[in-house]
C-alpha cells in the first residue's frame, strides 16, 4: 500500500511530466493548435519566465520572513559558561546502591538454596 506522501509524491510528479510535455510540444510545434507561432512562442517563454522570477523572488521573501521572526541565537560567552557548569557539577555515584542490592539477592538465594 502507498502512503499518503508518496501518493501526493506521485501526484505532483505526474503534474509535473504532463506540463514538461505539454510545454515543450507548445513551443517546438504551436501550429499543431492552430495558432500562431511566434505569438504562442513568446507567451510559452514569457510565462516560463515570469513563474521562474516569481519563485526566485518567493524564495527570497521566505528567507526575509525567516531570518526576520528567528530569535537570535544566545552569545558564545553564554553557552561556554554553561558548559563549564555542567563539567564542574559533581556526578553521584549510583553504582554502590546497586552493587549491595545484587549482593544481598544472591545472598538469599544461597540461603534458599540450603534450606533445600
Not at 519563485?55 to 553557552?79: C, D, Q, R
Not at 555542567?86 to 545472598?107: F, G, H, I, N, R
Amino acid at each position: 500500500m502507498v502512503s499518503k506522501d508518496q501518493g501526493i509524491g506521485g501526484a505532483i510528479l505526474a503534474v509535473c511530466v504532463i506540463v514538461i510535455i505539454g510545454y515543450l510540444v507548445l513551443v517546438a510545434d504551436p501550429g499543431l493548435f492552430n495558432l500562431n507561432a511566434t505569438t504562442v512562442r513568446l507567451d510559452a517563454v514569457l510565462v516560463l519566465v515570469s513563474i521562474a522570477f516569481i519563485a526566485v523572488l518567493a524564495i527570497g521573501a521566505w528567507i526575509g520572513w525567516t531570518m526576520a521572526t528567528t530569535p537570535p541565537p544566545k552569545p558564545i560567552e553564554e553557552i561556554t559558561t554553561e558548559m563549564e557548569e555542567k563539567k564542574e557539577e559533581p556526578k553521584v555515584e549510583e553504582s554502590a546502591p546497586s552493587q549491595s542490592t545484587e549482593a544481598s539477592d544472591t545472598e538469599e538465594k544461597t540461603a534458599a538454596k540450603r534450606k533445600k
